[in-house]
């Protein structure tokens, strides 16, 4: 296994008026200051180009290779090595080194790849034999040049306490002539040049990327441009992480198109909205917000690395947007010209999130640390106002997907197990966590939509102030009983008495046909509805006023999910004060309450307590009729032996039996309906044909008695 590589610091190369045929070490020397004249110091030259380890001598003669700035352990022939015994600091004679008749003068000299306590001077003839047999022939050979093994210090080794006396041991090493890192084992060595060749990569690549300093990289999305680190992409290399894969949470990708419909439909209520982007990492979510929303929104980003804040800032100045920093509170906007046009206002603050929570209110705030947000979700309750809303992405899906049950149960306070349904039971795992940080502060929430897409899970809520709202949130908090042999589910009943045979809840009859124990209890879960209708056709409307053509699908697939309906039979009855727009075969209402908002912000402050009540009073009559919970794998529960309908077709198999059934986000193969698992397998059974017949038909197997088709079913 390779070592950990520590890049070595060479000294620069010096002036190039220097004499030609003049080794670059002793340019180096002449250049350096002398130390002082003391004992210590005098007899020591071999450690002193151990601290400040000199160039090759052999770099002087091709200009090309002199720019490199190798080790003085990598030289193309023993006799280079050899010469750079005769380079000492202050006495250096070009004609006596590359004369060959002085290796075999009388004079010692020391190891120029050893310490002095290592090796210690000795005659040209010793020295010629230590340098070919220790170092010479235990090389690592690459395109002509040797990386000959090193014992200098240049690689810190942790020393070893023996007794009272401490030893501090110089551990051998090999010096990367294409990445100056220091290898320690030979093999490793080998297998790190490997990865070099098979990369492609070559030495005057790294020179040309060290010599430059990379230059941040322009993203650009949905009219807003983005500078970003060179590796942006790799959260443990780099302080703002941008993942462009990431459309739907921030503007260009699901998660953070989302963000920006929810948004905008909230600016369709009130103006203007004090938003915060609690980590703001390269700003592009807040940038997207001031520049698209514009006075309808109040920009706050916040994070905590100092090299993300000057990122933001430039990001800010790149999309003509003023830059207001909250800890100088000043404004610094004089990168903008005269003649360029600013587009808004965007304060950057620098500290942790949860101080700025605690010290400002906001109507809507953004949350999408790294892993889970459990520790930030107390403070965005503490200080949000009424009907405003917080947004909640979590990334640690290895323990809300049950991979990590420990880490779940740490984080959430949670028992869950793998389950056909894990993606909508990790989505209530944390509504359950937002509602109980909720109902701390005497608050209550109602969830607007919760997705769980690829590697996170985003969860937006509305905030109602009150006990009595808070009080209502926490009966929704229920625990669920899970078949683990038919995957059948119901949330436990309300009620403090202890139930004596907690399986009579379970619609399965498993418990007595199955031996032992075939339930277990998971949760606590929020076992209310995870959609509101009405919101989410706001967000459909405002996706096509803004342009945001990727998400609709999504949206689309949200609301025929909350409604439990098909989309061929989904419509909307809007009354006359309702905005109308039709799209693809979908009927989107729209609250007109700009009107409403502007004649609150007239009116006196009891007036406009009035408008909020209005506000609240129609944001609960959009809510609809529950959705089932949960849903049905149609792959998990086929019948062996036989050929499944088509989903499109059992959905309506289904919806003609009189139950209500829609497909989920949450499974592409998934069925949300409130059909009994008995009856979903029933009708999965009547519409499936055998195996044998060779393929699936148009119509269906002639239907048994429903008793026999239950019998086969069980």
Request: net charge neutral.
């Amino acid at each position: 296994m390779e070592n950990m590589a520590e890049e070595e610091l060479l000294l620069p190369l010096e002036k190039e008026g220097a004499q030609v045929g003049v080794p670059t070490s002793a340019r180096v020397s002449d250049s350096a200051p002398e130390p002082a004249p003391t004992p210590a110091s005098a007899p020591a030259p071999a450690l002193a180009r151990a601290q400040a380890p000199a160039l090759s001598p052999s770099l002087a003669s091709a200009p090309e290779e002199a720019e490199s700035q190798r080790h003085i352990s990598i030289q193309r022939q023993l006799a280079d090595l050899e010469k750079l015994a005769f380079v000492t600091e202050g006495d250096f004679d070009p004609t006596s080194s590359l004369n060959s008749d002085n290796l075999d003068a009388g004079n010692k000299q020391a190891c120029p790849l050893c310490p002095k306590e290592k090796f210690r001077a000795c005659n040209s003839h010793k020295l010629r034999r230590h340098l070919q047999n220790l170092h010479w022939k235990v090389s690592v050979e690459y395109e002509g040049f040797r990386m000959c093994i090193c014992h200098l210090p240049c690689r810190p080794v942790k020393p070893n306490i023996i007794g009272e006396q401490i030893s501090s041991k110089m551990g051998a090493h090999y010096h990367c002539i294409i990445c100056s890192a220091t290898i320690t084992r030979r093999t490793d060595m080998l297998g790190h040049v490997r990865r070099h060749v098979n990369k492609g990569e070559t030495k005057s690549r790294y020179i040309a990327v060290s010599t430059a300093k990379p230059s941040n990289e322009i993203m650009k999305e949905t009219d807003t441009d983005v500078q970003v680190c060179p590796n942006y992409s790799i959260p443990q290399k780099t302080d703002s992480y941008f993942n462009p894969k990431m459309k739907l949470n921030r503007l260009l990708l699901p998660s953070r198109q989302l963000i920006f419909c929810t948004l905008a439909a909230l600016a369709e209520e009130r103006k203007p909205l004090e938003c915060l982007d609690a980590f703001g990492a390269t700003g592009i979510m807040g940038l997207q917000w001031a520049k698209h929303l514009g006075n309808a929104v109040k920009v706050t980003i916040n994070d905590m690395n100092e090299n993300s804040v000057t990122l933001i800032q430039k990001n800010c100045h790149l999309n003509k947007l003023k830059v207001v920093v909250d800890s100088k509170e000043k404004e610094s906007g004089d990168c903008l010209g005269e003649e360029e046009q600013n587009l808004g206002n965007i304060k950057v603050t620098k500290m942790d999130a949860n101080v700025l929570m605690h010290l400002r209110s906001f109507d809507f705030i953004h949350l999408d640390p790294f892993g889970t947000s459990v520790n930030y979700l107390d403070s965005a309750f503490r200080n949000i106002r009424n009907l405003g809303i917080v947004s909640v992405t979590s990334t640690d899906i290895s323990s809300l997907y049950a991979k990590a049950q420990h880490v779940a149960r740490r984080h959430y306070g949670c028992n869950i197990v793998r389950t056909e349904y894990y993606k909508e039971l990790a989505a209530r795992i944390v509504v359950a966590a937002v509602a109980r940080a909720a109902a701390r502060c005497n608050k209550g929430i109602e969830v607007l939509f919760a997705v769980a897409l690829e590697h996170f899970v985003l969860v937006v809520v509305r905030v109602l102030r009150g006990p009595t709202s808070a009080d209502e949130t926490a009966k929704k908090i229920q625990y669920l009983i899970h078949c683990q042999w038919c995957e059948e589910r119901i949330f436990q009943k309300d009620g403090n008495m202890v139930e004596e045979n907690p399986y009579r809840q379970l619609p399965c009859n498993c418990h007595g046909t199955m031996p032992g124990k075939t339930a277990i209890e998971l949760g606590p879960l929020w076992s209310s509805s995870l959609f509101n209708t009405g919101f989410l056709k706001r967000m459909l409307f405002e996706s096509l006023h803004h342009g945001v053509d990727d998400i609709q699908t999504l949206i689309k697939t949200l609301i025929f999910e909350s409604e439990c309906t098909l989309q061929s039979q989904f419509s909307t009855q809007t009354p006359s004060n309702l905005k109308k727009q039709e799209e693809n075969e979908v009927l989107i209402k729209t609250t007109d309450t700009t009107t409403d908002h502007l004649q609150g912000m007239n009116m006196g402050k009891r007036k406009s307590h009035e408008v909020i009540t209005n506000l609240a009073k129609k944001q609960k009559s959009d809510v609809s009729t529950e959705h089932p919970p949960f849903y049905y794998n149609i792959h998990r529960h086929s019948i062996k032996g036989m050929n499944m309908p088509k989903l499109k077709k059992f959905l309506c198999y289904l919806s003609q039996a009189g139950f209500r059934v829609s497909r989920t986000h949450f499974d592409p193969m998934g069925v949300r309906t409130d059909a009994p698992l008995l009856q979903f397998k029933s009708i999965l059974l009547q519409y499936s044909t055998p195996t044998y017949t060779g393929g699936q038909s148009d119509g269906y197997v002639q239907s048994s008695p429903e008793n026999s088709v239950a019998d086969r079913v069980e």
